[in-house]
């Protein structure tokens, strides 16, 4: 909507009305609206020089997004970006000090190199020998890559401005500082400045540009998160149990869908896509053992298997250990009580620790019988009966509620050779998976040694 021309300006952050009101609708701020009167068209402004005019770009003229992506040719990374890097973005990779991230962006370099991109990276954090030694250990040390050893942000985006970069990295974001702001890099007001110079940089020079940044466990306040609301697409890359599997996850993805993940291994020559996830999250399941069942989540765009798995030993404490890794703690706590109240499984008197496997967090509700049913089993240290799978919401009034593409999940199942799956009622069947439907706790506990 064009600002009109004459009116209210607010002095604190610039919001304009036609009328006068005495506080500021935007920023609440009191008798800070002052009155303004703009010449428009022809004439000069009145009072100030004519300001310069912006530049313009009709709609049918802008390139369509489909032929600019550029492919990083790494199959689980153009899955999360939503099919590969978007010129002029600015991508945030973060995780944890040594989960992989500076393994991922430069095999991703290298890759892109192969593309005949021209690929600038900024290592603040590390020598150009460091870099080196870890490319010979991927097998890309001929890589075509420029390296800018550099922590001024400003030296190092001129640098990637000369060389013409199609793509810039910055290892890491903590690594470098902006010159005249007198506080420490990695603190809140560098980051901030930061970012917005790279934004700026990678909108203006459509250079698609990827910042790592740590986080640490503590979830630190100065830390990249800051950025998130500046930055086009945000990668987590997560591993909770610390086995060699490697989840990145898109927080916040401007040009694909959110909470679409990629799973990779980290080997010895670095990450490899793994192209059946479920059955790496499956690798280890036990099905022998109690407390370990086995569920299958969306994930993004596709369904994935994955265990999960339970212990609980009796304690002298008064209040019991809750440990859990991988789902929320307030929904360990939920369903144990769902368990002692609607199943007749109490664990008051036990400790109890939950986790699932590979290191993927369960935020997907269709879960929760499985870790209800691992609960169960590891409660009474009887094991789940074999082959069989576990689908359902679970209701604090003991009820199994459906779960969302019930057909995609049996389907990876099945696929997966689990034979036999306890749903809620309703369900369609999916060849080869037997269903057992149920309608509440008490139902799918006599039906698992039924
Ligand atoms: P790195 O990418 O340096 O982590 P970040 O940048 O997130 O801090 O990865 C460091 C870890 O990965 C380190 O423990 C060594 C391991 N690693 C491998 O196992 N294989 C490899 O090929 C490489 C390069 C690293
Ligand atoms: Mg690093």
Not at 81 to 95: A, E, M, T, W
Not at 135 to 159: C, F, K, M
Not at 405 to 420: D, I, N, S, V, Y
Request: some cysteine; glycine content about 12%.
């Amino acid at each position: 909507m064009p600002r009109p021309a004459r009116g209210y300006r607010c002095s604190a952050c610039g919001w304009t009305s036609p009328a006068y009101a005495g506080r500021c609708p935007q920023c609440q701020a009191w008798n800070t609206l002052e009155q303004y009167a703009e010449s428009r068209g022809t004439g000069p402004a009145r009072g100030n020089a004519a300001p310069i005019a912006a530049r313009t770009v009709r709609l049918t003229e802008v390139p369509d997004e489909a032929g600019v992506r550029l492919s990083t040719r790494i199959e689980e990374l153009d899955r999360v970006l939503g099919g590969g890097l978007v010129p002029g973005s600015l991508i945030l990779v973060g995780g944890d000090p040594g989960i992989g991230k500076s393994t991922l962006v430069l095999q991703a370099a290298a890759r892109l190199a192969g593309e005949g991109k021209q690929v600038a990276y900024v290592c603040g954090e590390e020598s150009p020998r460091q870099v080196r030694m870890r490319a010979t250990r991927l097998g890309i040390a001929e890589a075509q890559i420029t390296l800018i050893p550099e922590t001024s942000l400003d030296a190092a985006l001129a640098a990637a401005d000369g060389m013409g970069a199609d793509v810039l990295i910055i290892d890491s974001i903590q690594s470098v500082y902006v010159e005249g702001l007198e506080t420490r890099s990695g603190g809140p007001a560098q980051l901030s400045e930061a970012g917005a110079r790279l934004v700026a940089f990678a909108k203006g020079n459509e250079i698609a540009t990827i910042v790592t940044g740590h986080v640490t466990k503590g979830g630190e306040i100065a830390g990249p998160r800051l950025l998130e609301h500046l930055v086009d697409a945000v990668l987590y890359f997560e591993n909770a149990e610390g086995g060699s599997l490697r989840v990145l996850r898109a927080v916040k993805n401007r040009f694909g869908a959110t909470d679409e993940v990629g799973v990779f291994e980290m080997t010895s020559e670095g990450l490899q896509s793994v192209e059946n996830p479920s059955s790496a999250l499956l690798e280890s399941h036990d099905a022998g053992a109690s407390g370990c069942a086995v569920t299958a989540v969306i994930e993004g765009s596709r369904p994935l298997a994955l265990e999960v798995q339970a212990l609980a030993v009796p304690t002298n404490l008064a209040s019991p250990r809750r440990i859990a890794s991988g789902l929320e703690t307030s929904r360990l706590h939920l369903l144990l009580a769902v368990l002692a109240r609607r199943g007749g499984v109490n664990t008051g008197g036990m400790d109890v620790v939950a986790s699932v496997s590979g290191g993927m967090r369960l935020r997907d509700p269709g879960a929760d019988l499985a870790v209800l049913a691992a609960l169960a089993s590891a409660a009474t240290d009887q094991p789940l009966p074999r082959g069989t799978a576990f689908l359902g919401e679970v209701a604090l009034s003991g009820a199994i509620r459906p779960v969302q593409q019930a057909q995609r999940r049996l389907g990876e199942l099945g696929r997966m050779g689990f034979t036999r799956c306890v749903a809620p009622e309703g369900t369609q069947p999916v060849e080869g998976v037997r269903l057992e439907t149920v309608r509440s706790v008490r139902d799918a506990l006599t039906r698992l040694h039924g």
